[in-house]
Every structure is written in structure tokens, then in C-alpha cells.
């Protein structure tokens, strides 16, 4: 079945404890970004990856590392995270054959900072 | 760089009638608009797009319409079913290339039998 996992699906952590949620996708796709989705805000991009080694900001970066060294996998790092970063996070990913092509999203990780 | 707004934030409407939610969108290079549905406890999931070479689309009970001219765009559900009920995003691409998707702030829809 094709589809994106996130890992874990739930989490609860302190101030300044490292984490990461791991993403991946069995679609061969070459483009993958992480969303958080907050009440009011709709879905802000964190980072986007357009192939392997490749990663860009999006519009809330702060906070926040990624890493893209295959093709599969997206991993979204908080190296010291604060409560401000409580929020449910997206991954996603999307095929660059053809333009503008759906972006499949993973079912989310709600992360709570204590 | 874009921005889009969504309205209304919440629209409850009965089983059968219909159900509208605009956007409005600000960089008039944007150039795709596709529309999100998320159930509770999912990802968000295509369910339209359309491109700035259109102004109308439609796929059974729903479509979607284009203005570029007033830069609007809208989801038209018609008979709405209790199913319809989740949050709706609308997006927009702006930038061709970085397939970055702006999203509006969501429409929670209620149908209520």
C-alpha cells in the first residue's frame, strides 16, 4: 500500500530533551516537506526536501533540523525543543515528474513539550 | 510572500444542502489550487485542485471555481452527506519549481443530519 508513515504518532516530552520524528514514504517520491498544523493557522511548511541531500527552509524553520540522506526518509529534528513547539506535525510527500502533483501526508504526530 | 485566507472557519449546514467555502489568495503568479479534506485523527487528502487555465471543475457532488481576475477561489459541495464532516484547507502554489503548497487557516464543516 502506498502511503507515508510518521513515527511516533504521539508524544510527550520536557523542555530541552533532543527528538526526533521519523518519515517515510514507499512511493519513490522526490519531494517530501514537514508541516505543523496549529489551531487558527491552518498548515505551515518547516522544511522541504526536493530529492536526496537537498533540503530548504519553509516559512517556520526555527527550531527545527531535517535531513535527507535517502530517498525514503525525512526525518524532523528538534535539537532543543520548547513548549512553543507543541503542535501536530505533517510529513508529506509528492512525485516531481509532473507539476504540481498531489501531496500525500502522513497521519500525523501530536508532539506535547512540557 | 503568498498568503491565503479562508472563510468562514466553521460552516454547519443540514443534510442534502449545500455547503461553500472561499479563499482568497494574494501573489497573482499562483498558478494551482488544490483543495484538502481532513478527517478527524488523518492527514489532510487531495480531493480537487484546479489550474489558473480554468475557472471551473467538478468531480460528482463537488467543484471548485476560479477567479483569477479577483483572485478567489471556492469549494462548492452540493448534497452534502453526513461524510462531508472534517476540515477543509484550500492552498495555492505560487512558485513553480519548489511545489511549496500555502495553505489557508481551514473550514471545520458539521453536516447535521
Known amino acids: 500500500e502506498a502511503q507515508v508513515t510518521q513515527n511516533p504518532r504521539y508524544l510527550i516530552t520536557v523542555t530541552g530533551k533532543k527528538l526526533t520524528v521519523t518519515c517515510s514514504q514507499n512511493m519513490n517520491h522526490e519531494y517530501m516537506s514537514w508541516y505543523r498544523q496549529d489551531p487558527g493557522l491552518g498548515l505551515r511548511q518547516i522544511y522541504y526536501?526536493?530529492?536526496?541531500?537537498?533540503?530548504d527552509k519553509g516559512d517556520v524553520p526555527e527550531g527545527y533540523k531535517v535531513s535527507r540522506k535517502e530517498k525514503r526518509n525525512f526525518p524532523l529534528i528538534l535539537e532543543s525543543p520548547s513548549p512553543n513547539q507543541t503542535s501536530l506535525y505533517f510529513c508529506?510527500?509528492?512525485?516531481?515528474?509532473?507539476?504540481?502533483?498531489?501531496?500525500?501526508f502522513g497521519p500525523g504526530t501530536r508532539l506535547t513539550v512540557l | 510572500g503568498e498568503n491565503v485566507e479562508q472563510h468562514p472557519s466553521t460552516l454547519s449546514v443540514q443534510e442534502g444542502d449545500s455547503a461553500v467555502i472561499k479563499c482568497t489568495y494574494s501573489?497573482?503568479?499562483?498558478?494551482?489550487f488544490p483543495w484538502y479534506k481532513q478527517e478527524l485523527g488523518k492527514g489532510p487528502q487531495l480531493i480537487i485542485d484546479?489550474?489558473?487555465?480554468?475557472g471551473e471543475k467538478k468531480d460528482q457532488r463537488i467543484a471548485v471555481t476560479l477567479n483569477k481576475t479577483a483572485k478567489h477561489f471556492s469549494l462548492h459541495i452540493t448534497e452534502t452527506q453526513p461524510e462531508d464532516s472534517a476540515v477543509y484547507f484550500c492552498a495555492s502554489i505560487s512558485n513553480f519549481g519548489n511545489e511549496k503548497l500555502t495553505f489557508g487557516t481551514g473550514t471545520r464543516l458539521t453536516i447535521i443530519p
Open positions: 484546479i489550474r489558473s487555465n480554468v
Open positions: 501573489d497573482s503568479a499562483s498558478n494551482y
Open positions: 526536501s526536493m530529492n536526496v541531500e537537498v533540503t
Open positions: 508529506a510527500s509528492s512525485s516531481r515528474v509532473a507539476s504540481y502533483n498531489e501531496q500525500f
